[in-house]
């Protein structure tokens, strides 16, 4: 199976182009350790999950979304007595968030250089459209870029609204991703090809624990081993 066909390449962004888990770890951290007197950690980590998964179909994904449910959590954890200030620093925990710093992951750039001479490269993203945005200008990547769909779910759906927007067939288009569930699979169930790049750590919402058996699915351990995987013309 090669790529000959491929006219278009989709990468994600949060995790893929640039790191993002690391800080909702970070302030997830700082969200525990401000509710350790009421709960131990873990409990909380229970409960901020569980608010975030029932809050998804409302909220959808993102940072904002992710301090409704911080606060949220810490209501129903501290009842009527939390102090105002805990509100007070969960929207500093998720405003610091915000301006954080967006840092490429290694071999980004020098692969979007050599695969842009090539192919049509597009953007995947899903979360809230403002975060998304602002990461992407502070990356300096958009230049690189034809297009950049910022969607509120990545489900199979979701990316054919895409394929047929952009002109081309399923088996034309590769996505490039460190999620199998979100980036990886529903683009093979398309018909389309798959490169799953992982990130060292995973949202346990986008955990799946599955073995991929397509002839359309490859791995890289890194962005810029899938470079090997192109051969150009
Ligand atoms: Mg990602």
Redesign the pocket.
Known sequence: MSFKDVKVIGF?A???LWANEDYFRAAEEAFFDLLEDYMPRHSTARALFSNEINNLPLYGYGIKAFMLSMVETALEIGGKTLPIEVIHKIIEIGRDQLEKPVLLLEGVTETLVALQKHYKLVVVTKGDLLDQERKLDKSGLVSYFHHIEIVSEKRKEDYLKLIKHLDIKPHEFVMI???LKS?VLPVLDLGGFGIHVPFHTTWEHEKIDITIENNKFFHADKMEDILNLFIYE
């Open positions: 994600d949060d995790d893929t991703g460190n999620s980036d």
